[in-house]
């Protein structure tokens, strides 16, 4: 049997096997950002499918953090009732699930949210928005709404929780020199850009105690100019595993630079999988925590060398399990082919039309429908 299914553990929390399914926002909330029964049962699905551990989407702990209509949100006491009906049934399902925290700091929709969007330093790319500085008193505020975020988790029965700090949402801005220019106590040098992280991460312990899983998705580098360097992510995630974080999940790119998109199209061939690879090698060497990588695994035999030569602890993947939700399941079973996923990015077009994410050409083969008629549909 291939080490991808034997059962392992983080922090108490144990898996059946060392897939995951990475945080994927599915546009299935509610306009307020609670839980639907058809979202639940984009969960069950992942459960059934056999998926180790399920990351939700990217949950906002506080109203103008929200970055992405029908986003799944954490940020008050009256969206535990729901979320807790997603944690039963996935457990009934015997599946497990992690809650991932997140603000969008300046890249949130003012459109959805009504209030400033909030940045890491004033920039002349702002013209014509309503942004606000990050002062050393949001931080503050914002520590205390991440461990309340964390608390409505635990009480929902979330097995774990993940900080997002990827992508170039709020906590990464912080990570990056590109976002983060500032000359007070959270700027310059890595140790200073990594503080607030240090600071949620002790807030949330206080709160979630010592055997809750607490895990940070972190970029390998930004690939913008001035972006986060590999050097410093390394420091940055040897910080985190110090402080007690119990696992990393390594990702990269930023949001809306029209470079670099975090799901890169095209993934056509083994050499192109695995493309955040050499970076995890180099973290493997220095972090002593669980390591789970992201970024275009489609096959079987890569996700199985990347764990078995020790680059990797955890496989996590997105689009391939929102064209085959029972993927893991068809590999245990023996049937190796590569995921079915085409890598088109076509999936979040119709989350977008508040109609939930799902495998777009999937239903075009099905039914026969055009590229270009369907690409007309989600322009």
Same mark, same amino acid.
């Given at each position: 049997?291939?080490i991808?299914?034997?059962?392992?553990?983080?922090?108490g929390?144990?898996?059946?096997?060392?897939?995951?399914?990475?945080?994927?926002?599915?546009?299935?909330?509610?306009?307020?950002?609670?839980?639907?029964?058809?979202?639940?049962?984009?969960?069950?699905?992942?459960a059934?499918?056999?998926?180790?551990?399920?990351?939700?989407?990217?949950s906002?702990?506080?109203?103008?953090?929200?970055?992405?209509?029908w986003?799944?949100?954490?940020?008050k006491?009256?969206?535990v009732?729901?979320?807790?009906?997603?944690?039963?049934?996935?457990?009934?399902?015997?599946?497990?699930?992690?809650?991932?925290? *997140?603000? +969008? #700091?300046?890249? @949130?929709?003012?459109?959805?949210? !009504?209030?400033?969007?909030?940045?890491? $330093?004033?920039?002349?790319d702002?013209?014509?928005?309503?942004?606000?500085?990050?002062?050393?008193?949001?931080?503050?505020?914002?520590?205390?709404?991440?461990?309340?975020?964390?608390?409505?988790?635990?009480?929902?029965?979330?097995?774990?929780?993940?900080?997002?700090?990827?992508?170039?949402?709020?906590?990464?801005?912080?990570?990056?020199?590109?976002?983060?220019?500032?000359?007070?106590?959270?700027?310059?040098?890595?140790?200073?850009?990594?503080?607030?992280h240090?600071?949620?991460?002790?807030?949330?312990?206080?709160?979630?105690?010592?055997?809750?899983?607490?895990?940070?998705k972190?970029?390998?580098?930004?690939?913008?100019?001035?972006?986060?360097?590999?050097?410093?992510?390394?420091?940055?995630?040897?910080?985190? *595993?110090? +402080? #007690?974080?119990? @696992?990393?999940?390594?990702?990269? !790119?930023?949001?809306?630079?029209?470079? $670099?998109?975090?799901?890169?199209?095209?993934?056509?061939?083994?050499?192109?999988?695995?493309?955040?690879?050499?970076y995890?090698v180099?973290?493997?060497?220095?972090?002593?925590?669980?390591l789970?990588?992201?970024?275009?695994?489609?096959?079987?035999?890569?996700?199985?060398?990347?764990?078995?030569?020790g680059i990797?602890?955890?496989i996590?993947?997105?689009?391939?399990?929102?064209?085959?939700?029972?993927?893991?399941?068809?590999?245990?079973?023996?049937?190796?082919?590569?995921?079915?996923?085409?890598?088109?990015?076509?999936?979040?077009?119709?989350?977008?039309?508040?109609?939930?994410?799902?495998?777009?050409?999937?239903?075009?083969?099905?039914?026969?429908i055009?590229?270009?008629?369907?690409?007309?549909r989600?322009?």
């Amino acid at each position: 049997m291939s080490i991808l299914f034997e059962e392992s553990s983080i922090n108490g929390m144990v898996l059946k096997n060392r897939f995951m399914r990475a945080a994927t926002w599915e546009g299935l909330a509610t306009p307020e950002g609670e839980a639907t029964p058809r979202l639940i049962d984009m969960m069950v699905s992942l459960a059934r499918g056999g998926v180790g551990l399920i990351i939700t989407s990217h949950s906002y702990v506080s109203p103008e953090g929200q970055g992405t209509p029908w986003q799944l949100g954490v940020y008050k006491d009256e969206l535990v009732a729901k979320l807790r009906e997603m944690t039963s049934a996935v457990h009934e399902n015997g599946g497990k699930i992690v809650l991932q925290l *997140a603000h +969008a #700091g300046q890249f @949130a929709e003012q459109e959805l949210t !009504g209030r400033a969007a909030l940045a890491v $330093l004033d920039s002349e790319d702002f013209s014509g928005r309503n942004i606000k500085r990050v002062t050393p008193e949001d931080v503050q505020r914002l520590v205390h709404l991440y461990s309340q975020a964390a608390q409505r988790a635990k009480d929902a029965g979330f097995d774990g929780i993940e900080i997002h700090s990827a992508h170039g949402y709020f906590l990464s801005q912080f990570l990056s020199p590109a976002f983060n220019k500032r000359r007070d106590e959270y700027g310059g040098s890595i140790e200073n850009r990594a503080r607030i992280h240090l600071m949620i991460y002790q807030s949330v312990r206080k709160v979630v105690g010592d055997d809750f899983p607490i895990l940070i998705k972190m970029n390998c580098g930004d690939f913008i100019e001035d972006g986060i360097s590999i050097d410093d992510s390394l420091s940055a995630a040897k910080t985190f *595993a110090q +402080a #007690g974080f119990d @696992a990393i999940e390594l990702s990269g !790119g930023i949001i809306r630079t029209g470079r $670099l998109s975090p799901s890169r199209p095209g993934i056509t061939s083994v050499g192109k999988e695995a493309y955040f690879k050499d970076y995890a090698v180099r973290l493997k060497k220095e972090v002593r925590i669980p390591l789970i990588l992201v970024g275009g695994l489609r096959s079987f035999e890569v996700a199985d060398s990347i764990v078995t030569s020790g680059i990797a602890d955890y496989i996590s993947m997105s689009r391939p399990l929102i064209r085959e939700p029972d993927l893991i399941s068809r590999w245990q079973k023996g049937d190796l082919r590569k995921a079915e996923c085409k890598s088109d990015n076509l999936c979040f077009n119709p989350g977008f039309e508040g109609k939930g994410i799902y495998c777009v050409t999937r239903e075009m083969e099905e039914n026969k429908i055009s590229g270009q008629d369907l690409t007309s549909r989600f322009s």
